[in-house]
């Protein structure tokens, strides 16, 4: 039967027995064995980083041995693991690999799919050795197209076995968060093997995480040009990545399309594909795809948030809320899920609860959770028409992100405060705050808001230089926010049909909550009132998406009363003609 039709099966790889006593081996048999079985479509292998937390879990600095593979594999609710052992015996080596199906029968056995044994000729044919049982193992689990003699072709390639070390060595330090020892081992890899195309994405992912983007475009242009040396799979998740961090939306949903349709049991490409929808602002879709990935593993607290996240974007509040809880009660400490909470409850209403949520987020010990608590009050007072408790939250924040060297969150949070200075009327401290946001703040949230305040404050010619700057990139969402700011200027100017105009060409690049939100307020300025009222309807429609605009997790909640007031305007405009 076709791959496709068949049901997916997961497998998690324990660790192989070290018995050569070469650390070369420790890891590294693991990992290229992991892509070897994912050769075949309906293979998904556990993620290694989760089951090694997972081992940690059960015994403290605990290995993934059979025994808590077992236990992993019954708790996840997984199909099959696959463990072995690799041995010296002169100058080669023995590499033994069985594939059980564990019972929850404690008076059971478990079932023997396959129990094999092959040999490498030598140190550096190992690799070619987990290629052939990777094969084995496929085999065993009903791939009718593995193939024994090309199996080497289905791990990853490297110049070495010490390339291919270092390389494993750098995936367990990102997966362990240990970021700067993992781009170290990264680069390690790429000195030893300058071609490795698999590490220029790994390293890729890393600086992207760490707002490094020159350098992140720099190593993902690299892995490009070596997917020579990669899998199919990998193929597709390099160039699926590359374009999400590029923000080419489109062409990474057609990236993710194609890799889950060759692979369908690829839980990483349906969440990242439910990411590209969501970018494209289909929230229906990326719910979809989300609730695939998450089915994959119900306990992966990561997944089952972002499926909740997805719900409030769409505007399904209870069940973005109770699918936060069931987060929770996986893991008390996730701070994003807090934040799906409080943002579904004041969405319905509830805003005692909302301020309850938050101070529970806030008591957390953590900079994250602190800082998705602060924003969350801030834009909580300023929904509920407090900008003088606002801007103290917001002075409290900023000491809080420059003393944590956070720079992003501080250009942030002083893009808004500057808003909300320009809005009071105090110009010249909001000049200066946007100026300095916009200096700071790279992405595309932080660079609006800045130069929002700076066409409320006056200053439109430095507002049009940052529009331009966003306009000149290639990605679309960049373009998108340019538009909406010569919309902004416009209508701040009192050209109503310049701004009607800049926000249709906004539009056109994709539809989104602040288009909608301006086009209304054009309209209202031109009097066309039941357009006006056309649009506001939509804000209120697509209110999940106002929870955080820039589809970056961060609130802006705090815009839905200025839409409800433009809509009663323009209601009462159009009754009284």
Not at 292 to 305: G, L, T
Request: glycine share 8%; hydrophobic share 45%; no cysteine.
């Amino acid at each position: 039967a076709p791959a496709a039709a068949r049901e997916p099966v997961t497998v998690l790889i324990a660790d192989f027995a070290n018995r050569a006593n070469d650390p070369v081996f420790t890891g590294l048999i693991e990992q290229a064995l992991a892509v070897g079985v994912e050769g075949a479509g309906f293979i998904n292998a556990y993620p290694r980083r989760d089951a090694l937390r997972l081992a940690g879990q059960l015994t403290p600095g605990g290995t993934l041995n059979d025994a808590a593979a077992k236990l992993i594999t019954l708790r996840e609710g997984l199909d099959v693991i696959i463990g072995g052992s690799i041995e010296a015996t002169g100058s080669d080596y023995a590499l033994r690999v069985h594939v059980t199906r564990p019972s929850a029968d404690p008076s059971a056995q478990d079932a023997v799919l396959l129990d094999w044994t092959t040999r490498a000729a030598g140190r550096d044919q190992v690799l070619d050795a987990v290629g052939r049982m990777a094969a084995q193992v496929r085999d065993a689990l009903g791939d009718t197209t593995a193939d024994g003699a090309a199996g080497a072709a289905e791990t990853f390639t490297a110049g070495s076995l010490d390339a291919a070390k270092a390389y494993a060595e750098a995936q367990e330090l990102q997966w362990a968060g240990k970021s700067e020892e993992a781009i170290a081992a990264y680069q390690r890899t790429l000195q030893i093997d300058p071609n490795f195309g698999r590490a220029h994405a790994g390293l890729a992912a890393l600086y992207a995480n760490s707002s490094r983007p020159q350098e992140a475009e720099a190593s993902y242009l690299a892995a490009l040009g070596h997917l020579e040396r990669m899998t199919e799979r990998e193929k597709y998740r390099t160039r699926g990545g590359y374009y999400l961090f590029k923000r080419s939306n489109d062409k990474a949903r057609q990236e993710f399309e194609a890799l889950v349709k060759d692979f369908p049991a690829d839980s990483s490409g349906l969440a990242n594909l439910a990411l590209a929808h969501f970018y494209l602002r289909d929230m229906k879709s990326a719910r979809e795809f989300g609730q695939q990935a998450s089915d994959f593993y119900p306990r992966n607290v990561i997944r089952k948030n972002n499926v909740a996240l997805f719900a409030m974007y769409s505007g399904d509040f209870e069940a973005a809320e109770r699918t936060a809880t069931e987060a929770l009660a996986l893991n008390p400490l996730y701070a994003k899920a807090f934040l799906a909470t409080a943002l579904s409850q004041l969405a319905l209403g509830r805003n005692s609860e909302a301020v309850a949520t938050y101070e529970r987020l806030g008591a957390i010990d953590s900079g994250v959770a602190r800082s998705f608590a602060a924003s969350g009050r801030i834009d909580l007072a300023l929904y509920e028409g407090r900008p003088q408790d606002a801007l103290k939250l917001l002075d409290a924040a900023l000491a809080m992100d420059k003393a944590a060297g956070d720079e992003s969150a501080y250009a942030r949070r002083l893009a808004i405060k500057a808003g909300i200075l320009a809005e009071q009327g105090r110009a010249a401290l909001a000049r200066q705050g946007a100026t300095e946001a916009a200096t700071l703040g790279k992405d595309e949230g932080t660079q609006y808001l800045a130069a929002l305040a700076l066409i409320t404050a006056g200053d439109s010619a430095a507002a049009q230089q940052i529009a331009t700057a966003l306009d000149n990139q290639l990605e679309d969402e960049p373009r998108i926010y340019g538009a909406l700011l010569r919309g902004e200027a416009a209508l701040a100017a009192g050209r109503a049909r310049e701004a009607k105009e800049a926000f249709d060409a906004a539009q056109k690049l994709d539809d989104t909550w602040l288009g909608r939100y301006g086009l209304g307020r054009a309209y209202l300025a031109l009097r066309a009132y039941p357009e006006a009222v056309q649009e506001f309807d939509r804000g209120l429609t697509r209110k999940g998406e106002a929870t955080a605009v820039f589809l970056d997790d961060l609130p802006t909640y705090r815009l839905m009363p200025r839409v409800e007031a433009f809509l009663a305007q323009a209601r009462g405009a159009m009754a009284a003609k």
